[in-house]
């Protein structure tokens, strides 16, 4: 079992910056692919970007690439989403997820999810 538990959400204005975080805890956190999602109103929730278990790769999705960086610490099991230039369509609740096979884009082939934490952004 993987516990994964969400901060750093919040509101702010566009073109501002947040850094969201996710610790885990369970099992060996090195073994992990992780990643980020994000769900807005009403919309399926869809990938933001992943890594995988010793950082050499990430992934991001299009609308986010040059604006958000996927980082993690794996000796304070942690991962992270540095958010920056945010925009209003970056609103969402956002979620961490963990697989023990190489990184995709399918929420489905995740195995365990936190519990979200809200960014809004205002215009």
């Known amino acids: 079992q993987v516990q994964l538990v969400e901060s750093g959400g919040g509101l702010v204005q566009a073109g501002g910056s947040l850094r969201l975080s996710c610790a885990a805890s369970g099992r060996p956190f090195t073994m992990y692919t992780m990643a980020w999602f994000r769900q807005a109103p009403g919309k399926e929730r869809e990938f933001v970007a992943a890594i995988s278990y010793s950082s050499a790769n990430t992934y991001y999705e299009d609308s986010v690439k040059g604006r958000f960086t996927i980082s993690r610490d794996n000796a304070k099991n942690t991962m992270y989403l540095q958010m920056n230039s945010l925009k209003p369509e970056d609103t969402a609740v956002y979620y961490c997820?963990?697989?023990?096979?190489?990184?995709?884009?399918?929420?489905?082939?995740?195995?365990?999810w936190g519990q979200g934490t809200q960014v809004t952004v205002s215009s």
């Open positions: 997820a963990v697989r023990y096979l190489r990184a995709t884009m399918r929420k489905d082939d995740y195995n365990y």
